[in-house]
């Protein structure tokens, strides 16, 4: 489906708008700044100022600029938004009608820079194209993938789930697009990288990449926590705001110093780092200071996430700093040559990125971490996502019965490992065969070693395979004392190891231990039933057992040569309430389950 779509892009006091062709061509580049100061329109290079009292009649402006570009309007068929919150529901891109505006609108609280932009615009819009479909991009969807651990903060339970108190992060449509322009640039797929990417504009914010998948990210539940960034504090300690309280600061005056009056406008009295990297260079303190923090700040988030990834192979930057700062690019890659990050001078003074030229690479050339600075589009990865959900007209599939079988702890091994732990020569039996053709339960048991306890009588999958593999769940994890993560069958790298025990033997993996991530195998004719690919991700909600439960993020994995059924682990069973699971493997109950929303990358 070729369609010509209008991007607005809503940022905390700006908002772009750029009508992009199905070729990916910008046809009309409009850029609407200083919202709460002084609105000025630029059109294509030509700026023009506006004599305006408050957004709605600096967006009427914007839209009265458009509907002068006749010819050029005449062809949208689609209006991307870029919405910062979409809150704990919205993992992927949605119609906009009346009940996603009211859903929104519940949002706004928690991104008050942004959201409110993001619906002005999209009401405008609605009057402005009646009739033309809206369609909301998540700035938050790409970070659905947080783990629980990076997800959550240390506050009573009851009070987080009152409140819905929980991490979501942001800049998500832009850390995914140039996460996907560095492995394109590097010639590598996204799933075989660990990548820091660093937003830094006036929003400013990291994410650490492990295999295309957002695994932890600075901003929390609001655009707030983080990176310093143009008029936001970032990360303050707790207690000085409870102090401000204490002593009288009203609760809209710390919004505003927080959102509005903090950050390099605080530090500086400027949030326009060119003039701060002048003013420092005649030797301004506060200048000086400014940008040490800034820099300092990036850097401590790039090593903490580079210990999350368990190494990383690219750290990427973006955004008007990331883009255009030499100097904040120094500062931030000094010091990082123990991962491997070595900036070389010349690269980086040099470094410009654009349209034509959307990377450029910045480390040494025999650093084994590269530097990379990558001209961010979102309003080109806005009007794709439109593209491609306007242009999915696949079925979701009427509710069908998928048995979900729930998977116990169990070992695959390779022939070595079998012989080393059973004797040599030895050949795993069949102990009955599973649901997967080929794959059977063997009458072969192990005892698991981690550094805290064991797990004996734990079930050999057969047949053998080219790599050893562990999968448990996360109650096993902490009886053992381990930290595995969630990987798919087979991804196996910077996974941690165990000791295994057999009959006739034992043997430490140094490595191959993970909690398997929920999946759905399929075959080719239940995933057209299905109206899914193989790659993609869903959400599926399970019925019938003791208490209904949705799960996110479930693979779908497509073959000839696989059975429907839906794998879930035991904890995921017992908190859907699927009865007891015996401590075998592969325990088929067949319960009604349905996918929900649409399939996602």
Not at 126 to 132: D, E, K, N, S, Y
Not at 181 to 194: C, E, K, N
Request: with cysteine; aromatic share 4%.
């Amino acid at each position: 489906m070729t369609v010509r779509v209008l991007s607005l892009n809503a940022g905390s006091s700006s908002l772009k708008a750029a009508i992009i062709d199905a070729d990916g061509q910008r046809l009309l580049d409009i850029r609407l700044t200083g919202l709460y100061e002084a609105p000025r329109l630029t059109t294509n290079g030509r700026v023009r100022e506006l004599d305006v009292a408050d957004l709605n009649a600096a967006l009427a402006a914007l839209f009265a600029e458009i509907a002068t570009h006749a010819g050029t309007i005449a062809g949208v068929a689609a209006i991307a938004h870029r919405v910062a919150h979409g809150g704990p529901r919205y993992s992927a891109p949605v119609r906009i009608d009346e009940a996603v505006l009211a859903e929104l609108e519940q949002m706004v609280p928690y991104a008050p820079l942004h959201n409110p932009i993001s619906l002005a615009a999209i009401h405008a819009a609605r009057a402005a194209f009646p009739g033309v479909p809206d369609v909301a991009v998540f700035d938050t969807a790409f970070h659905s993938t947080l783990p629980t651990r990076a997800r959550e903060y240390a506050l009573p339970r009851a009070l987080r789930e009152h409140y819905g108190v929980r991490r979501f992060g942001f800049h998500g449509i832009s850390h995914a697009y140039v996460a996907a322009a560095a492995a394109a640039h590097l010639g590598v797929a996204p799933a075989a990288l660990r990548m820091v990417t660093l937003h830094l504009g006036s929003g400013a914010s990291a994410c650490a990449i492990e295999y295309g998948r957002s695994i932890d990210t600075s901003m929390g539940m609001t655009p707030l926590e983080g990176l310093i960034m143009a008029t936001r504090s970032g990360d303050v300690d707790a207690g000085v705001l409870l102090r401000l309280l204490e002593d009288g600061v009203e609760l809209a005056a710390l919004d505003r110093l927080l959102n509005r009056e903090a950050g390099l406008l605080g530090l500086a009295g400027t949030a326009d780092m060119a003039q701060i990297e002048v003013r420092a260079a005649a030797g301004d303190r506060d200048a000086q200071l400014a940008i040490q923090l800034y820099s300092y700040r990036v850097r401590k988030y790039v090593g903490a996430y580079a210990a999350a990834l368990g190494g990383v192979d690219a750290i990427v930057f973006t955004g008007g700093v990331g883009e255009h700062s030499a100097v904040v690019r120094h500062r931030i890659a000094n010091r990082l040559a123990f991962l491997g990050a070595v900036l070389d001078e010349d690269l980086n003074r040099e470094a410009g990125v654009d349209a034509g030229r959307p990377v450029a690479e910045i480390s040494a050339p025999a650093a084994r971490c590269r530097l990379l600075v990558v001209a961010t589009d979102e309003e080109a990865a806005l009007a794709a996502a439109a593209r491609e959900l306007l242009a999915d007209t696949r079925p979701q599939g009427p509710p069908r019965t998928i048995p979900v079988a729930v998977s116990a702890r169990h070992v695959h091994l390779t022939q070595a490992s079998v012989e080393r732990l059973f004797g040599a020569g030895y050949q795993l039996t069949v102990h009955r065969p599973i649901s997967q053709p080929g794959q059977f339960a063997s009458n072969e048991l192990v005892s698991v070693v981690g550094p805290r306890g064991r797990i004996d009588h734990v079930r050999v999958l057969g047949p053998v395979r080219l790599a050893d593999q562990v999968e448990i769940s996360r109650t096993d994890e902490f009886a053992l004392g381990l930290d595995a993560p969630v990987r798919e069958s087979g991804d196996l790298a910077n996974t941690p190891g165990c000791r295994l025990e057999g009959p006739a033997g034992a043997i430490t993996l140094a490595s191959g231990v993970i909690c398997a991530l929920r999946h759905i195998h399929m075959s080719p004719a239940d995933a057209a039933g299905f109206g899914v690919r193989d790659g993609e991700t869903v959400d599926v909600a399970i019925e019938g057992g003791e208490r209904s439960l949705a799960f996110g993020g479930v693979k779908v994995r497509v073959s000839e040569r696989f059975v429907l059924e839906m794998h879930l682990d035991t904890d995921e069973g017992n908190a859907a309430g699927l009865g007891s699971v015996p401590g075998s493997v592969l325990e088929p109950v067949v319960h009604t389950a349905r996918l929900v929303g649409r399939p996602r990358r």
